[in-house]
């Protein structure tokens, strides 16, 4: 439905793919396109693979204004990110087929966060998840360990985060200092990087 983030976490690869541009199609290509699949060839499940889906209320609600209108047999899921979302815009995904949203959560201590430059507090992230769980969506949310300046106690409040949100699906993952990120620059000059890595 879109491409880019706003945002600039520092192990993301969107600011290098996509050179921080957000673009997005419009609610009616997204809705024809999604309805040319059901008619055409019988799917009914959807993953929206954009970096934030709900990068703008607005929009997430003309969409599945649409869906609904349409009655569209279909399922869904998408990323969001664990702010600023209320029950208006959740309660809409809900009824226009969102089955599953996943957020990017990444660490459960605060100073990671910082380090990564997520943006995110962690309070505002579990309301968040609260109120997706509350809407009756399944929720998903992603973390990693290892980032610069991770440690056996920032790993573990990462873990007990991860088991007080109890969502539905926990995906943990090594961070990977991906080339053009912050992260792979900085791993680069405290010379954790062999310089020429094969990538």
Known sequence: AGRGCPYNCGFCSAQTVWTRRIRSRS??????????CIEDYGIHSFNFTDELFTVKKTRVLEICKSFIEKDLDMAWDCSARAHHLDMETLEAMREAGCSQISFG????????????DKALDLKEAERVVRLTQKAGIKTHASYMFGYLGENEKTMSETISFAKRLNTDIAAFFIASPLPGTPFYTEALEKGYLKPNADW
């Open 27 to 36: 609610p009616e290509s997204i809705v024809d396109e999604v309805q040319h």
């Open 105 to 116: 959560i990444e660490s459960g201590n605060q100073n990671i966060l910082q380090k990564i």
